[in-house]
């Protein structure tokens, strides 16, 4: 059980607990959840404490950062189908793995990669699902290691080529 001030989160998005209350809807015990990005309470929501559907979790601690940092590099790219890439992408978002995340990352650099190379466009599918992943997984970062986004996308970026440089 969360406690008021906790932060876990909901989905992908990095919150705020602020309250618990009975549903009127479900009879429920809920949950208050403020976004972090949006902590002037415009936005709130409920979210059943039984957290049945398992989208609500810990927020990620420094030790599973470095265990994730060293783990990067041997996390597969998906198959590169371009027929149903927006499916494959739009599944590994629904999910609640921050593996995942890199996953779609690394995919979408690499096919972002190789179509330069080939002198064509970059695919705007890859570019959105690469936008969405690095915006959740560096939101999460920075929150966990208290720094700003910008500082947690270099930080992890730099710890991963240095692991691959080593490999």
Do not use: W
């Amino acid at each position: 059980m969360y406690k008021i001030n906790d932060v876990v989160v909901y989905r992908r998005d990095v919150c705020k607990v602020v309250g618990k209350h009975r549903s009127d809807f479900t009879g429920e015990m809920c949950y208050d959840l403020v976004p972090y990005s949006k902590q002037d309470g415009s936005v709130k929501m409920q979210v059943p404490v039984a957290n049945k559907a398992g989208n609500l979790r810990d927020l990620i601690t420094a030790d599973e950062i470095d265990d994730l940092i060293r783990s990067a590099p041997d996390i597969q790219t998906l198959e590169n189908k371009p027929a149903n890439m927006k499916s494959q992408y739009a599944a590994l978002l629904k999910g609640n793995s921050i593996e995942d995340l890199i996953c779609i990352i690394k995919t979408s650099y690499g096919r972002n990669k190789a179509r330069m190379e080939q002198h064509k466009k970059l695919a705007s599918i890859d570019d959105e699902y690469l936008q969405k992943a690095e915006k959740y997984l560096y939101d999460e970062i920075s929150v966990a290691l208290g720094m700003t986004y910008a500082e947690a996308k270099a930080h992890f970026e730099a710890e991963v080529a240095k692991i691959t440089a080593e490999q």
